[in-house]
């Protein structure tokens, strides 16, 4: 039987989102509503992606009877306020990253969460592509030995977009772009805590980080560094290096489609959109909607592969990130 999906919010994530979706099996996965904050919106949305229902509120779509699990695509300064909105009406939600915009309201959302027994998991996407899979199984035979090291690095020139530059919309650099950094490290080191966290970074005058470079220490020594940047095209690749190999994504780090295992490549293609996208590579959000849609066949209430506690730890991460390098959001006060 398929997954009903609902979406809330009718932009450009939600709609790379129902394109990946139909890359996917009618039968298992089904967009049958869509609500935007305007009733107009939402219907071109609709229209565009045949979806049955529009709303002109997210209060319908959290009334909708017949939808399984929401998709919050929202910016993220709303998505504690959609995300419990859903969760208290008792619908399973799919959370866009950054989950929260620190982990005061992380712990809300995963308290409601439990309170109300659904299924709740933040949409990094990365960790469930083919490539990431094949990370965590080379890791987990042990393929590189001891990991001593792991570094990424994302930036991308999107000074351009006020999402990534306006405070009031949750901008800046950790948040934007860092958390794809971070989650990878946070992967390869199996969810472990930092022992320590070096940050420096250069802020714009809105307040919020441009560039932001992180240096983390983990037990036995093991290191970990990364750069996130709003300004700089960066090389945009991962490695990972232990005692007996190394492992580099080459490119596309949040998105990846090809590993190199101790010099040799392999490619791990994505299906082709029907519509054109936004994003670059998105229709490899195909493969987090799946794990949504596994987890509630065996009726799990979190992934294993991106718990709660992996989603805490970021949020963790990202807010002493920012508090060294002097980035504070009105959310910070409350």
């Not at 190394?246 to 299906?271: A, D």
């Amino acid at each position: 039987m398929a997954v009903k999906w609902g979406v809330c919010g009718a932009g450009k994530i939600s709609h790379d989102f129902n394109v990946a979706l139909k890359t996917l099996p009618p039968g298992d996965h089904q967009v049958v509503a869509v609500a935007a904050r305007k009733l107009e919106d939402a219907q071109r949305f609709a229209k565009k992606h045949s979806i049955p229902r529009a709303y002109g509120s997210y209060e319908e779509l959290a009334r909708d009877p017949g939808v399984d699990v929401v998709y919050v695509g929202v910016v993220h300064p709303y998505h504690i306020s959609t995300s419990l909105l859903f969760m208290n009406a008792k619908k399973n939600v799919l959370c866009e990253k950054p989950l929260a915009m620190n982990a005061k309201e992380v712990w809300e959302m995963l308290a409601c969460a439990k309170r109300n027994d659904v299924f709740f998991m933040e949409a990094v996407w990365t960790r469930f592509f083919p490539a990431s899979v094949e990370i965590r199984r080379l890791l987990g035979q042990g393929e590189l030995g001891e990991v001593k090291m792991v570094r990424s690095e994302l930036g991308l020139p999107l000074l351009h977009a006020p999402s990534a530059v306006d405070k009031e919309l949750g901008g800046g650099a950790m948040l934007a772009v860092g958390i794809y950094c971070m989650q990878f490290i946070s992967m390869v080191l199996d969810g472990e805590k930092p022992e320590s966290i070096q940050a420096t970074g250069a802020l714009l005058e809105s307040g919020v980080d441009e560039t932001v470079v992180v240096s983390l220490k983990f037990s036995k020594n093991r290191l970990a560094v990364f750069t996130c940047s709003l300004s700089l095209e960066l090389p945009n690749d991962a490695v990972i290096v232990g005692t007996k190999g190394t492992i580099r994504v080459p490119e596309h780090m949040w998105s990846p489609t090809s590993l190199v295992v101790n010099g040799e490549e392999t490619r791990y293609p994505l299906p082709e959109p029907h519509l054109p996208l936004n994003f670059m590579n998105s229709t490899g959000m195909r493969y987090e909607a799946e794990e949504v849609r596994q987890c509630l066949l065996k009726g799990l209430k979190e992934s294993p592969v991106m718990s709660h506690a992996d989603s805490l730890l970021l949020a963790e991460v990202e807010d002493e990130v920012r508090r060294q390098v002097g980035v504070v959001y009105s959310q910070d006060r409350k």
